[in-house]
C-alpha cells in the first residue's frame, strides 16, 4: 500500500491567514492527489483533484500543487467556514489511500 | 443533480455479516470511467478506504479486509452494495458511499453502524 503522510495534524491559524498543508506519498502517484474538507458530522468535500484542478464549486482561496511524492494545499486566506480538517489522498492506484487528517483550528 | 444515501443496519453482532446498500441518482455506472466507492471512518478517526467497483465490473478491494469484503453492481436499480463478513467491535464507523472519478467527488450522509452484542 502507498502511504500518506500530512503535516501538521493539527494548526492553529486566524482568519485571513495564508495556511498550508503538505502532503507526502511514499512512493511516486504522479498528479493522482486529491483534497477533502471534512466538517464535524458531515462527509467529506471534494476540494482539488488530480493536484492542482479544482473541482467545480470550490473557492479559489483554495489551491493545489505537486507531483510525484510532495504534495501542497494551499489556503490563500482563511475564511470562518473553512475551519475543518483535512484529508489528502491517493488514486494512482487501489487501495486509494487517504492521509491521517489535518485538523485546522481557530487561533 | 446527483445523490448518494447508504442503508443497512446501525447495529450488528459480532460475527455477523453488514451488508450496506449504496442507491444513487443523477448519474448511470454504466458510464464509462465512473466508479462507486466504500470509506469508512471510525468515531473520531481518519478515513479508511474500503472497496470501489468501477463501470465495467472491475472490483478493487483493500487488501488488509478483501478476505472480508464484497462489492457488487444493480446498474438498472442504480444501487451499489458492500458485504463485510465477520464484524468486530473494530468495524464499528461511519460507513460512506461516494461516486469516484478523478477523485471521490460526490459521496452519501454516512451510516453509522455499530458492532455490539
Known amino acids: 500500500d502507498i502511504q500518506m503522510t500530512q503535516s501538521p495534524s493539527s494548526l492553529s491559524a486566524s482568519v485571513g491567514d495564508r495556511v498550508t498543508i503538505t502532503c507526502r506519498a511514499s512512493?511516486?502517484?504522479?498528479?493522482?492527489l486529491n483534497w477533502y474538507q471534512q466538517k464535524p458530522g458531515k462527509a467529506p468535500k471534494l476540494l482539488i483533484y488530480a493536484a492542482s484542478s479544482l473541482q467545480s464549486g470550490v473557492p479559489s482561496r483554495f489551491s493545489g500543487s505537486g507531483s510525484v511524492t510532495d504534495f501542497t494545499l494551499t489556503i490563500s486566506s482563511l475564511q470562518p467556514e473553512d475551519f475543518a480538517t483535512y484529508y489528502c489522498?491517493?488514486?494512482?492506484?487501489?487501495?486509494?489511500?487517504f492521509g491521517q487528517g489535518t485538523k485546522l483550528e481557530i487561533k | 443533480q446527483i445523490t448518494l444515501k447508504e442503508s443497512g443496519p446501525t447495529l450488528v453482532k459480532p460475527t455477523q455479516t453488514l451488508t450496506l446498500t449504496c442507491t444513487f441518482s443523477?448519474?448511470?455506472?454504466?458510464?464509462?470511467?465512473?466508479?462507486v466507492g466504500w470509506i469508512r471512518q471510525p468515531p473520531g478517526k481518519a478515513l479508511e478506504w474500503l472497496a470501489l467497483i468501477y463501470w465495467d465490473d472491475d472490483k478493487r478491494y483493500n487488501p488488509s479486509l478483501k478476505s472480508r469484503l464484497a462489492i457488487t453492481k444493480d446498474t438498472s436499480k442504480n444501487q451499489v452494495v458492500l458485504t463485510m463478513t465477520n464484524m468486530d467491535p473494530v468495524d464499528t464507523a461511519t460507513y460512506f458511499c461516494?461516486?469516484?472519478?478523478?477523485?471521490?467527488?460526490?459521496w452519501g450522509q454516512g451510516t453509522l453502524v455499530t458492532v455490539s452484542s
Open positions: 443523477g448519474f448511470s455506472l454504466s458510464t464509462s470511467g465512473l466508479g
Open positions: 461516494a461516486r469516484y472519478r478523478w477523485g471521490y467527488d460526490y
Open positions: 489522498q491517493q488514486s494512482y492506484t487501489t487501495p486509494h489511500t
Open positions: 512512493q511516486s502517484i504522479s498528479i493522482y
